[in-house]
């Protein structure tokens, strides 16, 4: 899957290759997971893949907007090999001849009734849409421009209600019937400035 030199995508690839992110020390009690951050150049410019998960009792993101991932298993020799595994389960997309741009800064859930998961995001560049093959774990798998994102009223805030602790109020983008918030939003919006 060789990359082909596009204006958005390659201004990507150069500040991502001097980027040195933050790594959270990995403790005791702390859960290993990475997600596949997967662009492309697009009709309108620079796209991000995002799966949406699918409603399953006991996933703790059951129903959210996010990129694919997953926490480590023992048989992952690092957390690109999680990101890679995962991306292979969850959509079927085979990233192991992508090109990789980078890696961006390790984060973990700010809400105290979460799993204490520390993610790791890579960061990977496509020539083209790959074709998707949706597991049980995933409902739907969508393409979303930077530009639309930067689109008047698609940032903003939701308020989120999550059970035994108070409602807060985060910021999120949200598409029609889509809102990525969270974690993925974390992700996201420093990508976005990063990037631009």
């Known amino acids: 899957m060789g990359v082909r030199v596009t204006a958005a995508l390659q201004?990507?690839?150069?500040?991502?290759?001097?980027?040195?992110?933050?790594?959270?020390?990995?403790?005791?009690?702390?859960?290993?997971?990475?997600?596949a951050v997967i662009l492309r150049d697009g009709d309108d410019g620079?796209?991000?893949?995002?799966?949406?998960?699918?409603?399953?009792?006991?996933?703790?993101?059951?129903?959210?907007?996010?990129?694919?991932?997953g926490r480590r298993e023992p048989r992952d020799a690092d957390l690109l090999?999680?990101?890679l595994r995962e991306t292979h389960e969850e959509i079927g997309v085979d990233l192991t001849s992508a090109e990789r741009l980078?890696?961006?800064?390790?984060?973990?859930?700010?809400?105290p009734v979460l799993p204490p998961v520390v993610v790791r995001p890579f960061v990977f560049a496509l020539t083209s849409r790959p074709s998707i093959a949706l597991s049980t774990e995933v409902q739907d798998a969508f393409w979303v421009s930077f530009r639309s994102l930067?689109?008047?009223g698609?940032?903003?805030?939701?308020?989120?209600?999550?059970?035994g602790i108070?409602?807060?109020?985060?910021?999120?983008?949200?598409?029609?019937?889509?809102?990525?918030?969270g974690m993925s939003e974390r992700i996201l919006t420093p990508l976005i400035s990063l990037v631009s």
């Open 11 to 35: 201004a990507a690839r150069l500040k991502l290759r001097d980027y040195r992110p933050t790594e959270i020390p990995f403790e005791a009690g702390m859960i290993a997971a990475a997600v």
């Open 46 to 69: 620079l796209e991000a893949l995002f799966i949406h998960r699918a409603v399953r009792v006991g996933d703790t993101w059951s129903g959210q907007i996010a990129f694919p991932g």
């Open 81 to 83: 090999a999680t990101a």
């Open 102 to 111: 980078g890696v961006l800064d390790d984060l973990y859930p700010r809400t």
């Open 150 to 152: 930067a689109a008047p």
């Open 154 to 163: 698609v940032q903003g805030e939701i308020t989120v209600d999550h059970p």
């Open 166 to 181: 108070p409602r807060r109020v985060l910021p999120a983008y949200t598409l029609g019937k889509r809102t990525i918030w």
